[in-house]
């Protein structure tokens, strides 16, 4: 059923003249005001960081004040009104009308023709793992299975399970992820009981994901340099076009902002003006800002002035000049003048 609870979150709730609770908050007063049994029905259905957020804010929101519980409880039923229940656990009605009205065995029948498709919902129980237990999982799995797991993840942890494994199958998952297409109800399936064999829950809700060289290189941004060249080696000699265009995601013209101010100030003194004046033209806020910090006055308010007069410009001129100086970065990066992307510290 839609929850109220939901629109909390988002909303912030007080009378005239006062601040308003954060949704967050509310949400989290709402949750302390429930008996425990429905608490955890509530919590069942949150992402694993929603658990989190919604945990700590409880004890945060423990000792506030009659005043404050009231003006939850009042916006709560106020979105109540608004809400019908037709939807709340309609499987498990209709589920429950056929087997009434035909039997067990017909209306299972019937339930395999005409309900929606629930394959790849396992794949859910994945965000409420560790990267060492989801390792595990695939390390003994076909590198395809593997890869599938790795697009469902977040970066971070994709990156965390794709370091446990062994360095001869990271570099044919890394390879596979890139060249993923759309995920097969087999290889679902295959993930599925995968998971069922690890007793992990199952949550309601499916994936999309396909995987890519975005996520090949978001994953390569994230473990330590020298994994990450070792890795777009093997995976050139495989395919040069697919290990470029990962290479060419890994680091993107909005990531000069993570530059240190020195090694951006090097690259920027190496671009004539002609490619700066689009290329910033385009550029975010704060990567104008910084990149303007990295010039003398002088030849910021010039930049600056030489934007303003342009006008508007064509996209393409834009993304041609942006790609340009991050080819420049990557050419000073190779040459060792200026340290570029890749994650992790390494020590010698």
């Known amino acids: 059923m839609p929850d109220p609870l939901d629109d909390l979150v988002a909303d912030g709730i007080a009378p005239a003249g006062r601040r308003p609770i954060p949704g967050d908050h509310a949400?989290?007063?709402?949750?302390?005001?429930?008996?425990?049994?429905?608490?955890?029905?509530?919590?069942?259905?949150?992402?694993?960081?929603?658990?989190?957020?919604?945990?700590?804010?409880?004890?945060?929101?423990?000792?506030?004040?009659?005043?404050?519980?009231?003006?939850?409880?009042?916006?709560?039923?106020?979105?109540?009104r608004n809400r019908t229940t037709l939807g709340y656990k309609a499987d498990e009605q209709i589920e429950g009308m056929l087997k009434r009205a035909l039997g067990d065995r017909r209306a299972e029948t019937m339930l395999t023709r005409v309900a929606p498709k629930k394959t790849g919902n396992g794949l859910e129980a994945l965000k409420w793992m560790d990267a060492v237990?989801?390792?595990?999982?695939?390390?003994?799995?076909?590198?395809?299975?593997?890869?599938?797991?790795?697009?469902?993840?977040?970066?971070?942890?994709?990156?965390?399970?794709?370091q446990l494994l062994?360095?001869?199958?990271?570099?044919?998952?890394?390879?596979?992820?890139?060249?993923?297409?759309?995920?097969?109800?087999?290889?679902?399936?295959?993930?599925?009981?995968?998971?069922?064999?690890?007793?992990?829950?199952?949550?309601?809700?499916?994936s999309s994901s396909s995987g890519g060289t975005s996520d090949a290189a978001a994953i390569m941004n994230i473990i330590n340099k020298r994994e990450s060249a070792r890795i777009i080696r093997a995976v050139t000699k495989r395919d040069k076009d697919i290990a470029r265009k990962i290479e060419d995601e890994m680091f993107v013209f909005a990531d000069l902002l993570r530059l240190d101010p020195k090694d951006l100030g090097a690259l920027v003194r190496s671009i004539d003006a002609e490619i700066l004046v689009p290329a910033l033209k385009g550029a975010d806020d704060k990567?104008?800002?910084?990149?303007?910090?990295?010039?003398?006055?002088?030849?910021?308010?010039?930049?600056?002035?030489?934007?303003?007069?342009?006008?508007?410009?064509?996209?393409?001129?834009?993304?041609?000049?942006?790609?340009?100086?991050?080819?420049?970065?990557?050419?000073?990066?190779?040459?060792?003048?200026?340290?570029?992307?890749?994650?992790?510290?390494?020590?010698?």
């Open 133 to 162: 237990e989801i390792a595990l999982l695939v390390e003994h799995e076909h590198p395809q299975i593997a890869a599938v797991v790795l697009s469902y993840l977040k970066p971070e942890v994709a990156a965390n399970v794709l």
């Open 166 to 206: 062994p360095a001869e199958v990271q570099e044919d998952v890394v390879f596979r992820l890139a060249t993923l297409g759309p995920v097969s109800a087999e290889a679902l399936e295959t993930i599925d009981a995968l998971l069922a064999s690890q007793g992990a829950s199952q949550r309601s809700g499916g």
């Open 287 to 348: 990567l104008r800002d910084k990149m303007f910090g990295c010039m003398s006055s002088r030849a910021a308010q010039s930049i600056a002035d030489d934007i303003a007069d342009r006008g508007p410009m064509p996209l393409s001129e834009v993304l041609e000049a942006q790609k340009a100086i991050v080819q420049a970065a990557k050419r000073m990066a190779d040459a060792g003048e200026i340290v570029i992307g890749g994650g992790g510290d390494e020590y010698v």
């Open 27 to 80: 949400a989290a007063i709402l949750m302390l005001l429930f008996a425990e049994e429905q608490a955890a029905e509530i919590l069942t259905r949150l992402e694993p960081e929603e658990v989190r957020q919604l945990s700590e804010i409880m004890y945060s929101v423990a000792d506030v004040g009659a005043e404050e519980i009231n003006e939850v409880l009042d916006l709560f039923i106020d979105k109540a």
